[in-house]
């Protein structure tokens, strides 16, 4: 009996350590944001997973060893991995592309750190406080960062080997020379300065010539401005007169046009009016010549054309010339 009951508080403990053991680890988890949260492991090891950017990252860096980013994280923030000196190993995913500034500043026990193609953008001082025997492996890295460090290194070598710093001291002192032999000048000539150094009233008196002529500049700027603007006005006005007017001569010139079709129309008209007239009595005139002339043929006459014709023009020339007799 007194072992069951034994059994039953062993159990009972076990059940107490491993949900208070499961919230402890429940708790080392901490949220960056909505998208990414990281723990850390009692050995060191900084886990970051999400799908967002690496930052404020609230832990004693002294004691993260490794840091293993998890796919999905997009952005190594600034100050990310900062002054973690302990660090030895960093995994970084493909799902990476970004490294901010001092990223990874003064992490000197990292020996080898593999860049991923995925980044293009890695800030100049991400690796800064860095020692000549760490590696970054990293295309970008080699051909951009890298690149501008090699450079900057051959010519500061050029630079000493030629003696630039000497060459610069050099130069300094001879301007340094020179002003001091300007300032004993200066000092050899400044009991003429002192006496032509101008006292309040004549600094007063300058002020207020200074003022008055400024005054007087302002007075003339003013006075031609607003004549200046003046005339433009008048010379707006006169335009919009010559513009009205102009309105008007075309209005004017567009009725009369008006009334001169008007009256054109009506004549014309008239005119194609009384040539229908005419048109219509000569053929009655025609039909009825004609009319006689056959029924001439029909008594045995004999049918004259050559009269017929002439009949018929006779006709036409009286028409006409009464037609124009009427039309004058």
């Known amino acids: ?15 107490v350590l491993t949900v208070f053991a499961g919230c402890a680890k429940k708790e080392d988890e901490k949220k960056i944001d909505a998208n990414t949260s990281y723990t850390l492991s009692d050995e060191g090891i900084l886990t970051v997973k999400g799908t967002g950017k690496v930052y404020g990252l609230d832990v004693d860096r002294s004691a993260v060893r490794k840091v293993v980013i998890e796919d999905g994280v997009t952005e190594i923030g600034d100050e990310a991995f900062a002054d973690m000196t302990n660090l030895e190993e960093v995994e970084i995913p493909d799902s990476v592309t970004k490294i901010g500034a001092d990223a990874f500043k003064n992490c000197c026990n ?20 860095w020692e000549g025997a760490q590696e970054i492996i990293s295309e970008w890295y080699e051909g951009n960062v890298k690149y501008w460090q090699e450079w900057f290194a051959y ?3 050029f630079a000493d080997k030629e003696n630039f710093e000497e060459k610069g001291n ?15 000048k200066w000092t050899e000539n400044s009991e003429y300065w002192k006496e032509h150094i101008p006292t309040e009233e004549e600094i007063d008196e300058f002020e207020n010539k200074v003022k008055e002529k400024a005054r007087s500049w302002y007075d003339y700027w003013k006075e031609f401005g607003e004549d200046l603007k003046k005339e433009l006005e008048d010379e707006e006005k006169e335009a919009r007169d010559d513009i009205d007017d102009a309105k008007e001569d075309i209005e004017d010139a567009k009725n009369e046009a008006q009334e001169e079709i008007d009256k054109f129309t009506g ?33 045995g006459t004999k049918f004259d054309w050559e009269d017929f014709i002439n009949d018929i023009l006779d006709e036409i020339r009286d028409s006409l010339s009464d037609g124009q007799t009427e039309g004058d």
Not at 1 to 15: G, P, T
Not at 269 to 293: Q, T
């Open 1 to 15: 009996m007194k072992f069951k009951k034994i059994l039953c508080v062993a159990i009972a403990a076990a059940l």
């Open 110 to 129: 990292i020996d080898e750190l593999k860049i991923p193609d995925s980044v293009k953008d890695i800030s100049d001082s991400a690796f800064k406080g």
């Open 155 to 157: 010519w500061k070598e």
């Open 170 to 184: 050099a130069l300094k002192k001879d301007i340094e020379d020179k002003f001091s032999e300007w300032w004993q």
């Open 267 to 299: 004549e014309s008209e008239e005119i194609i009016k009384k040539y229908n007239e005419y048109i219509k009595a000569l053929k009655e005139k025609i039909e009825k010549k004609v009319e006689e002339k056959t029924t001439e043929g029909e008594e």
